[in-house]
């Protein structure tokens, strides 16, 4: 018997893309998932003021842990923890389990999916290396479904590891802000890559 809501929609899903928290000490965060447990920095995705209307800027990042598992985390710049007004709200959207689909056509299947029923699609969004779709779903959880927009390559590695040096380096600062990380992720690179221009390509 066919459940209701199956009719003639194929399962696409891949399993997980990532599941996401926020964190409010990111050197921790770092310190523990990637020098402690070893899992490697893959992904980080910087955003000024992306999102809702005064949403803070942020930086996205993930970790690698195996089978194309990934954990990641949201650090807010200037949000103090549990004293800031916004943190119940970022604490909502920040919390999600993200679903993997390959093609955009398998994206747009489940979007046209979610507009046919009670829990509409509340936002498509492409960002870096992904193109997703939102949804709040019964319980008041988060869902993303996402799909690739290209291959993540090795200097994408290198790119998230930067950033996190650089979020260590400036989570540190009694005023962190997107600028100042940015600042530092370029003095990164000076330091570590101006003798060796061919180990960096752009291509």
């Given at each position: 018997?066919?459940?209701?809501?199956?009719?003639?929609?194929e399962h696409k899903?891949?399993?997980?893309?990532?599941?996401?928290?926020?964190?409010?000490?990111?050197?921790?965060?770092i310190a523990f998932?990637?020098?402690?447990?070893?899992?490697?920095?893959?992904?980080?995705?910087?955003?000024?003021?992306?999102?809702?209307?005064?949403?803070?800027?942020?930086?996205?990042?993930?970790?690698?842990?195996?089978?194309?598992?990934?954990?990641?985390?949201?650090?807010?710049?200037?949000?103090?923890?549990?004293?800031?007004?916004?943190?119940?709200?970022?604490?909502?959207?920040?919390?999600?389990?993200?679903?993997?689909?390959?093609?955009q056509e398998d994206?747009?299947?489940?979007?046209?999916?979610?507009?046919?029923?009670?829990?509409?699609?509340?936002?498509?969004?492409?960002?870096?290396?992904?193109?997703?779709?939102?949804?709040?779903?019964?319980?008041?959880?988060?869902?993303?479904?996402?799909?690739?927009?290209?291959?993540?390559?090795?200097?994408?590695?290198?790119?998230?590891?930067?950033?996190?040096?650089?979020?260590?380096?400036?989570?540190?600062?009694?005023?962190?802000?997107?600028?100042?990380?940015?600042?530092?992720?370029?003095?990164?690179?000076?330091?570590?890559?101006?003798?060796?221009?061919?180990?960096?390509?752009?291509?």
């Amino acid at each position: 018997m066919t459940s209701p809501g199956t009719d003639s929609l194929e399962h696409k899903v891949r399993g997980v893309d990532h599941a996401a928290f926020p964190t409010f000490d990111p050197r921790a965060t770092i310190a523990f998932y990637r020098d402690v447990l070893g899992f490697p920095v893959v992904h980080a995705t910087c955003a000024l003021g992306w999102g809702p209307e005064k949403h803070p800027d942020f930086i996205h990042f993930f970790f690698d842990i195996g089978n194309g598992d990934r954990l990641a985390f949201f650090y807010y710049f200037g949000i103090e923890p549990y004293r800031d007004s916004e943190i119940p709200d970022l604490l909502h959207r920040a919390r999600h389990l993200a679903i993997h689909v390959d093609t955009q056509e398998d994206l747009l299947d489940y979007r046209a999916r979610l507009d046919r029923s009670e829990w509409p699609c509340e936002l498509q969004v492409r960002h870096e290396t992904v193109e997703s779709i939102y949804v709040t779903d019964p319980n008041g959880y988060l869902m993303e479904i996402t799909r690739p927009l290209r291959a993540i390559t090795v200097e994408d590695d290198l790119d998230a590891n930067l950033s996190a040096d650089a979020l260590m380096d400036v989570a540190a600062d009694p005023e962190p802000t997107l600028e100042k990380f940015y600042a530092r992720k370029a003095e990164l690179i000076a330091e570590r890559y101006v003798d060796e221009p061919a180990q960096v390509s752009f291509a």
